[in-house]
């Protein structure tokens, strides 16, 4: 009697991901709508004192929707991390602490597309980590990517 031993699970190749059906074009959307939010950002009316909205804030929005990973499923807090890095995440959690600082020079309306676009895109990732099938496939990251184009669309609108 001949016994096999199987490799250790170190010496086991993974097997490749398969992506989803409209994967690739479902990034690129989101990619897209991320540099659309992030350049809105950038064109806020702040004071030069007001930096770090339209630098670090901006980038952390550019960097998480152009950084999505359906593979990524290194899990935290119970949800997978969808390509979004520790330090992308404190950013965009970071805003409400600088909010009431910011609330005289934004409109009510920039203020809550602002507020929207962070949270959105805080946590796209995670639910893109979570359940890639019913995001890409159901047409779930292309109704958020909407949400982010209205959003900041709406608050333009309201300076008009």
């Not at 074009?25 to 009316?45: D, F, H, S, T, Y």
């Not at 909205?53 to 152009?66: K, N, Q, R, Y």
């Not at 980590?129 to 019913?134: E, I, Q, Y």
Request: hydrophobic share 45%.
């Amino acid at each position: 009697m001949f016994l096999h031993r199987l490799p250790p699970p170190s010496a086991v190749e993974p097997e490749p991901r398969v992506p989803w059906t409209g994967e690739q074009e479902a990034l690129a959307q989101a990619a897209a709508a991320g540099l659309r939010a992030a350049a809105w950002i950038r064109n806020l009316p702040l004071p030069p004192s007001e930096t770090w909205i339209v630098g670090p804030l901006a980038d952390a929005v550019e960097d998480a929707m152009t950084t999505l990973d359906p593979g990524d499923e290194t899990w935290v807090e119970g949800t997978g991390r969808g390509g979004l890095s520790e330090a992308t995440e404190e950013t965009l959690n970071g805003l409400i602490y600088v909010m009431p600082e910011v609330s005289a020079w934004l409109t009510p309306e920039q203020q809550l597309a602002l507020l929207g676009i962070a949270h959105c895109v805080s946590g796209i990732p995670k639910l893109l980590a979570t359940d890639p099938g019913t995001v890409i496939e159901g047409g779930g990251l292309a109704a958020l990517c909407t949400v982010l184009d209205v959003a900041c669309r709406t608050a333009r609108a309201s300076v008009l």
